[in-house]
Every structure is written in structure tokens, then in C-alpha cells.
């Protein structure tokens, strides 16, 4: 008799550390043979993978695991997993909601998954396990990355900033680095499975290193991977303008294989704001980091995250912001409304913004983004550049990749044959707001 093929299916909801988490349960359950299964209503095991920066992004993922009752009677063995920042935060309160939901892992058991999977099929009891004092930052065992040329390396977990608007220090715990000798090694290791391009990963990347006492931790660190033979591109997120360095700029200045991109989140350009925000640095801190950054590496992409509509913001602080857009220039930036997070300490301030006045403030500073995009994209027209190449677009005759500093562009097959990650230099003749169009040249 033939036994039948064991089966999982991953649902992932949040930022690229929870696609990192994501691949790492992959990876732990083909070590024990369970084969990938797009259709979670056949699967075996069932792992949801849950964020809770927003409310909004909660209730969507809510409404997901509700869909599960319904697997869960029509086969009782499926196993039913709910892992991340919202298993982390609700707990054993989302057990009694959700009775169809065998374990529920937080954030500190992601690399323990397998043991603790195995546990429960040898005594079908449900637990919860959301202790954030079990700080485990290595993982050894395989993974299924995501992509076959580009790889999430963690770095670090963990955040200590406390920005009153955010939930990601409850959730994720404090600081903690991985080895420098652990990073190498697993990035060793995906060059020679072919992985080219490498995003370091961690909630601040700026802080790595310093629960071990070490000065410059991650400019170091950059400087290190720079020099592993393989390595054609360096990326990392996300970094805090508290503690990103001018050591820091240097590397990227100085170094080969890092690429030219600075995603600097400044949220607001009001420092009144900045300080209800707790984010540790005034606007003109942040205008300096940015000069700092144009001294070194001129023709660097700056991107940002900007929140519009924080409590207290008023017209001025909102004009603050919209002046910090124009005197940087973004390449691009990630705009958000202001919406509570319970559990935050932003949340139960008073002078809340209204709804409509968040929204017309929010699509003033869109549409001067907007501009900017384009102008930045304009600058690109006339230069050849290289791009690495992610395959077709919607257009099965159209390609499309990035350039070293994050910019899609697309570009024309013309009986051409593309392999994905490989890198093709393309010449520029069409800007657009949110991308390049070019022709591919020898």
C-alpha cells in the first residue's frame, strides 16, 4: 500500500522578517517530508503567519483563520498552526476565540517549530507557547527560500526604540545579534547554492551588534559580507536615522557589492511630532543624516516611511513634513494614515486627528511623492544600467528587473532569452512615476 504524501501550506502575512519565518517553517517540516501544498484545504498541516502592525491588517487575518473552522471539521487530523507577532500578542486569548487552532507559536519559537510540532503529533495536545524570554537567534537547519537568486539573511530580532506608535518591540522582544560567524556562514552557504543578491535583515538593522559592546557592529559587518566571493549585491533593512552612522554610509560608499539605496524612515518632518513619536532625533538631525549620505554617495535612491495624521499634528507639523519631501527628493517613500495600535502608547493620546483631515493631508503628500518619483525616474533617461532580472511582467513579452538602487525597470524581450537573476545592462529612454522602461544592451 502507498502512503500518502504528507502536505503543508504556508500563509504569510507581514513584513520580510515574517517571509524569513516563513521559509524557515518550510524549511523544518521538508526536514520531516512534508511536501508544499498551495490549497490549505487539503493540506495536513496548515501554518498562518500573522502580523499586527495595523488593526486593519489584524482583522484580515482574523477573518483567514476563521476560514479554517470549517477545514478543521471537515478533516479533524489537519494540523492547524497559528505563528508571529499576532500569535505573540493575543496568546491563549486566540486559542479560546479560535478553538480550531492546535498551536500557537510567538515570535521566539521559530527556529523550536519542528520539536514542538513533533511533540504535539505524538500527544494531539494543544499549547501555546508565547514566552519572549526564550531568545533563540541562530537557526541551523535548512530552509526554502522564497526566490532561486535573491536570500533573507537575519541579522538580528528584536527592537529597544520604542516609537510610541509602534507594536514590534512587545512582539519581537529586545535586541539580540546573530553571530558574525553564523552570517557568513549561511550566506556562504546560498552563494553556492546560486543566490546572488543578499538583504540583511533585522527591525534596526543600525543596532546590530550592540548587545555584544561592539563599536561600529554593522558597519563591520557590511564590510565583512562585501568580501564574501559570490556576493554581487548587499541590501539591508530597516534602519532607524537613531543610530545610522556616518561608518555606516561609508561602507556603502566604499564597498563594492553594496548597493546604493538608503531607506531612512523619517515618519514626520515636525520635531514636536518626532518627540511624541519617540523616535529620538529632530528634523534637523535627520536633514543632516541626509546630507552626510549626498557628501558620500552622491547619486545614491533615499527612500523613507512617512506617517501623516499622528496625534497632536497640526497643519504647521504636516507642512514640516511636506517640506523635508521637497528638500530631500525621495526616490520613493511608503506613506500611511495614523491608525491606532492597541497596546501602544500613541494610542491612548489625546487630539486625535480626524479621519478626513488625515486623508486630504495624506493625498497632498502622495501627489507631491508622486513628483518627485518622476523627476527622480526623469534623471535615470539617457543612462545605461545594470538590472537584475526577476522575469516577465504582466507582459509575457516584457521582462522586468532592479537596478542597484531598487528602481524597477522594464524592458522589451526581443528574441532574446533571460534567465532569472541575471544581470542585463538596459538602456533608459522612458521615466514614469513608479518605474523606468528601457531597451536591453550588448
Not at 502507498?2 to 502536505?7: D, L
Not at 513619536?277 to 529632530?282: D, F, H, P, V
Request: charged share 25%.
Amino acid at each position: 500500500m502507498i502512503e500518502k504524501e504528507k502536505t503543508y501550506c504556508l500563509i504569510n502575512y507581514g513584513c520580510q522578517m515574517n517571509e524569513s519565518d516563513t521559509e524557515h517553517y518550510a524549511g523544518q517540516l521538508q526536514e520531516l517530508g512534508y511536501k508544499p501544498n498551495p490549497d490549505f484545504h487539503t493540506a495536513d498541516i496548515i501554518i498562518v503567519n500573522t502580523c499586527c502592525v495595523r488593526e486593519s491588517a489584524e482583522k484580515k487575518i482574523a477573518g483567514k483563520i476563521g476560514e479554517l473552522k470549517a477545514v478543521k471539521r471537515a478533516n479533524p487530523d489537519v494540523v492547524i498552526c497559528v505563528a508571529g507577532c499576532m500569535a505573540q500578542k493575543d496568546g491563549e486569548k486566540l486559542l479560546k476565540k479560535h478553538p480550531q487552532v492546535d498551536l500557537l507559536l510567538g515570535t521566539a519559537y521559530v527556529n523550536d517549530f519542528k520539536r514542538l510540532l513533533l511533540e504535539f503529533l505524538a500527544e494531539r495536545k494543544g499549547a501555546a507557547y508565547t514566552d519572549l524570554t526564550i531568545h533563540q537567534s541562530e537557526f541551523e537547519g535548512h530552509m526554502v527560500r522564497q526566490s532561486s537568486f535573491a536570500a533573507w539573511i537575519p541579522i538580528m530580532y528584536g527592537c529597544n526604540n520604542f516609537c510610541t506608535y509602534c507594536i514590534v518591540p512587545y512582539v519581537r522582544g529586545r535586541e539580540r545579534s546573530r553571530s558574525v560567524e553564523n552570517i557568513v556562514r549561511e550566506i556562504e552557504a546560498a552563494v553556492q547554492d546560486g543566490y546572488k543578491e543578499f538583504t540583511l535583515l533585522g527591525q534596526n538593522v543600525n543596532s546590530y551588534g550592540k548587545d555584544f559592546g561592539e563599536q561600529d557592529a554593522f558597519a563591520k559587518l557590511l564590510r565583512r559580507v562585501n568580501e564574501i566571493p559570490g556576493v554581487e549585491r548587499i541590501h539591508y533593512m530597516t534602519s532607524h536615522p537613531r543610530d545610522m552612522s556616518e561608518e555606516v554610509i561609508k561602507a556603502v560608499a566604499e564597498c563594492e557589492h553594496i548597493c546604493e539605496n538608503f531607506h531612512v524612515p523619517f515618519q514626520s518632518g515636525s520635531t514636536e511630532i518626532l518627540r511624541r513619536m519617540n523616535r529620538g532625533y529632530s528634523r534637523e538631525k535627520y536633514l543632516e543624516l541626509i546630507k552626510l549620505i549626498r557628501k558620500y554617495v552622491p547619486n545614491a535612491a533615499v527612500t523613507t516611511d512617512i506617517i501623516v495624521g499622528f496625534p497632536g499634528e497640526t497643519e504647521e507639523d504636516f507642512e514640516a513634513t511636506m517640506d523635508i519631501v521637497r528638500q530631500v527628493g525621495f526616490a520613493s517613500a511608503f506613506t500611511f494614515i495614523y491608525s491606532k495600535r492597541s497596546g501602544t502608547p500613541a494610542a491612548k493620546m489625546e487630539e486625535q486627528v480626524p479621519l478626513a483631515t488625515k486623508k486630504e493631508r495624506l493625498n497632498r503628500l502622495m501627489a507631491l511623492q508622486n513628483e518627485n518619483s518622476l523627476r527622480f525616474h526623469e534623471t535615470l533617461v539617457g543612462q545605461t544600467v545594470e538590472v537584475l532580472a526577476e522575469g516577465p511582467s504582466k507582459q509575457a513579452d516584457v521582462w522586468n528587473g532592479r537596478t542597484r538602487t531598487g528602481i524597477l525597470v522594464l524592458w522589451p524581450i526581443e528574441d532574446k532569452h533571460y534567465e532569472v537573476g541575471q544581470k542585463v545592462n538596459v538602456k533608459l529612454d522612458t521615466a514614469q512615476t513608479w518605474l523606468v522602461k528601457g531597451k536591453a544592451v550588448d
